[in-house]
């Protein structure tokens, strides 16, 4: 079992950054994919970002050039580093870990962009 745990969400205006932190409970968590996800009001979940064990990134046209997903596996941490935010990045973030048959969900931070 894995214990996710997503923090860094809150409220900030157009324009501005944070960073999201998802900590994993678990040693050897660098053997782990990990994505992050996000889910606005009245809409589906999105995939946002992934890492993958080996430190490739990937990411969804709409947040290129402005999120970056990193990990500190000595941590059993992934990053969100998410810079120029837009009102439309509003929307509760979750930290997603795959490995094989094993598939884990955070419990979701709250990123809200408004002025």
């Known amino acids: 079992q894995v214990q996710l745990v997503e923090s860094g969400g809150g409220l900030v205006q157009p324009g501005g950054s944070l960073r999201l932190s998802c900590s994993a409970s678990r040693l050897f968590f660098s053997v782990f994919a990990v994505g992050w996800y996000r889910q606005a009001p009245g809409k589906q979940r999105d995939l946002v970002a992934t890492?993958?064990?080996?430190?490739?990134?990937n990411y969804a046209d709409s947040v290129k050039g402005r999120f970056t997903i990193s990990r500190d596996n000595r941590k059993s941490t992934v990053y969100l580093q998410m810079n120029r935010l837009k009102s439309e990045d509003t929307a509760v973030y979750y930290c997603?870990?795959?490995?094989?048959?094993?598939?884990?969900w955070g419990q979701g931070t709250q990123v809200t962009v408004s002025s």
């Open positions: 890492v993958t064990s080996g430190g490739s990134a």
């Open positions: 997603n870990a795959q490995f094989r048959t094993e598939d884990y």
